[in-house]
């Protein structure tokens, strides 16, 4: 049986992952704050999962597509701008957000509180970008919008553009 075979077989007693609170990977960017939940190790890399908590007045990214993976947003407290091509929605809490592959989107915390998330990456690819911007800052590198965009490049995602 050959090692691909192996590995798709059903495990007999899978691991399974628990996070507690004030467990999982912390990642600042700026005012947001991200607390990784699930990086996709234990779900096979078809999943990865994120608490994101938005300043107030905290700016998203540069609107962008994801060429391989659908993104979830499911709104815990606050409310978060989304912008989807030309299209605003203000997502309150209990709202979800399901933005797939190649639709242009972005999101910001207009308001005067603190916004919190939890976000879906089908696959896990994301998370990895994630990281890449904290060691820029790390490293003493400003998050500029060519920060961001370069680094999306290497996670089969693209800056939108053409939208007004």
């Known amino acids: 049986m050959t090692e691909e075979a192996k590995s798709s077989e059903p495990q007999t007693h899978p691991a399974v992952s628990v996070v507690r609170p004030g467990d999982g990977e912390t990642i600042v960017l700026g005012t947001t704050r991200m607390r990784v939940l699930e990086d996709g190790?234990?779900?096979?890399?078809?999943l990865a999962i994120a608490e994101s908590v938005l300043a107030?007045?905290?700016?998203?990214?540069?609107?962008?597509?994801?060429?391989?993976?659908?993104?979830?947003?499911?709104?815990?407290?606050?409310?978060?701008?989304?912008?989807?091509?030309d299209e605003d929605y203000?997502?309150?809490s209990g709202t979800l957000v399901m933005v797939p592959p190649g639709t242009p989107h972005t999101f910001a915390n207009l308001t005067d509180q603190p916004a919190v998330m939890l976000s879906t990456f089908t696959p896990d690819?994301?998370?990895?970008?994630?990281?890449?911007?904290?060691?820029a800052l790390a490293?003493?590198?400003?998050?500029?919008?060519?920060?961001?965009?370069?680094?999306?490049?290497?996670?089969?995602?693209?800056?939108?553009?053409?939208?007004?």
């Open 90 to 92: 203000d997502a309150a």
């Open 139 to 164: 490293g003493g590198r400003p998050l500029t919008q060519q920060a961001h965009i370069d680094a999306m490049s290497r996670y089969a995602t693209e800056p939108a553009t053409g939208l007004a």
């Open 125 to 135: 690819l994301y998370v990895q970008y994630f990281r890449e911007l904290q060691e």
């Open 56 to 85: 107030p007045h905290t700016p998203g990214p540069p609107q962008h597509r994801h060429a391989r993976h659908d993104e979830g947003f499911y709104i815990l407290s606050g409310t978060v701008r989304f912008t989807v091509g």
């Open 41 to 46: 190790s234990h779900t096979g890399h078809r």
